[in-house]
């Protein structure tokens, strides 16, 4: 058990709605990363958060949006899904606010869009 | 842009028979070389991190090296609960984020 907790564990939507996977980073722990990952591309970076603000963006859609919330608790909203969008997503996390590569991940949500 | 290769794409073993698998690397400057595994359905798990050629690690059957191209990730004498994917990563200039391979699928028979 990694500490980190996602809900919900298995999504399946429409194309055109919207989602929310939320992320509950490791006690203590300051930064939350979301990565994607399908079977085509591998595990992506999209987006980073340390302490309630934005650090890095990596290959985030503008359809995607995240935030980090005083309790550290981190949300991913997906809108106008596609069928492309379907993935495994990853909530990591870590102490410090650059990686030292040492992630924390969680279990992932996994988002079918039909 | 940073990128990593990983190779082979999937390779099964018998228990017992020790292999290597292969990542390859191009960055700007290493900043480190991170190895992770990933059990169906669940999230990565760090195991190691190299910072400079030479660096070498282990961890039970697991020993991961580290060349200015390449990093291998030896598994000693296998058993089949080391089947899984592993993955490697290399962190971005600001150390933000991580550039994953696609992975190995190792499968151990007994």
């Known amino acids: 058990d990694s500490g980190v907790t996602q809900t919900p564990k298995h999504l399946i939507t429409a194309t055109g709605q919207r989602v929310t996977l939320r992320c509950s980073p490791r006690s203590g722990d300051l930064s939350v990363y979301w990565y994607q990952q399908s079977l085509d591309q591998g595990l992506q970076f999209l987006i980073q958060y340390y302490n309630g603000e934005e650090r890095a963006k990596g290959n985030i859609l503008e359809r995607f949006s995240a935030q980090q919330f005083p309790d550290l608790h981190s949300e991913l909203n997906l809108s106008s899904l596609e069928l492309g969008d379907s993935a495994l997503y990853f909530c990591?996390?870590?102490?410090?606010?650059?990686?030292?590569?040492?992630?924390?991940f969680g279990e992932g949500s996994r988002l079918t869009v039909l | 842009e940073d990128q990593v290769t990983q190779s082979p794409e999937a390779l099964r073993l018998q228990e017992g028979e020790s292999s290597s698998l292969n990542c390859s690397y191009t960055v700007s400057g290493l900043r480190g070389l991170f190895w992770y595994r990933q059990d169906p359905g669940k999230g990565p798990e760090f195991l190691f991190t190299l910072y400079s050629a030479g660096e070498e690690k282990e961890k039970e059957r697991l020993k991961a090296t580290l060349t200015k191209k390449e990093s291998f990730l030896h598994i000693t004498a296998p058993k089949p609960e080391d089947s899984a994917t592993y993955l490697c990563a290399v962190p971005n200039f600001g150390n933000e984020k991580l550039t994953f391979g696609t992975g190995t699928r190792l499968t151990i028979i007994p």
């Open positions: 990591a996390s870590s102490v410090a606010g650059r990686s030292t590569g040492e992630l924390f």
